[in-house]
């Protein structure tokens, strides 16, 4: 049985660059700009953070509510997964 809880991680070989300070993502032909909460959010995607994790990342940088901002984290990890930017991965339990 598998005990892993599912993490996102950023796609390897995904074109990314900083432009004053935001990241701009190419997708395709496309190019996906990511600014503040957006960028913390795929920042942290590091496949070691939880979604959880994430969402306290995230509260805690805005000071906000995690409960507030859960649905909008989820939400923008299967949009970015959607994309092909980042993946979801097993956490594997610890030994």
Same mark, same amino acid.
């Given at each position: 049985m598998n005990?892993?809880? &599912?993490v996102p991680r950023r796609v390897l070989g995904v074109r990314v660059r900083r432009v004053s300070g935001d990241l701009v993502i190419g997708i395709d *032909?496309?190019?996906l +700009? =990511? *600014?503040?909460v957006a &960028? =913390?959010?795929? +920042?942290?995607?590091?496949? %070691?953070n939880r979604v959880a994790d994430i969402v306290d990342i995230v509260a805690a940088a805005y000071d906000a509510d995690p409960a507030e901002v859960s649905v909008?984290? %989820? +939400?923008?990890l299967d949009d970015l997964a959607g994309r092909g930017v980042v993946e979801w991965a097993v956490e594997e339990p610890f030994r």
């Open positions: 005990t892993g809880h &599912r *032909t496309d190019a +700009e =990511l *600014t503040d &960028r =913390l959010i795929y +920042e942290s995607a590091d496949g %070691r909008d984290v %989820r +939400e923008f």
